[in-house]
């Protein structure tokens, strides 16, 4: 039995199969990208409870949620509000 994610994920796949950027220009990429926060220490070091926020534009099977979103700025907001992560 197919179901929906399985034909997400064949869409994906295939996308990244038709990708025709080299594997060494996505490593200089990844290089290139500022070290990841740390996730488990925020939570960790959380007082009391660690809220976790999700910043969403869209959603595979209700697509646009919010277009227009600014994430930097909603992430600030969330970060204000107590958001551990």
Request: charged share 30%; net charge neutral.
């Amino acid at each position: 039995m197919t179901t929906y994610l399985d034909s997400i994920l064949a869409v994906h796949r295939a996308r990244a199969d038709a990708d025709d950027r080299r594997a060494e220009w996505l490593l200089e990429q990844a290089k290139a990208a500022p070290e990841p926060r740390d996730f488990r220490g925020a939570l960790v070091r959380a007082e009391g409870l660690g809220v976790i926020a999700e910043l969403k534009r869209r959603s595979p099977s209700k697509g646009d949620l919010n277009a227009g979103l600014d994430p930097a700025a909603l992430a600030a907001r969330y970060a204000e509000g107590g958001a551990t992560c």
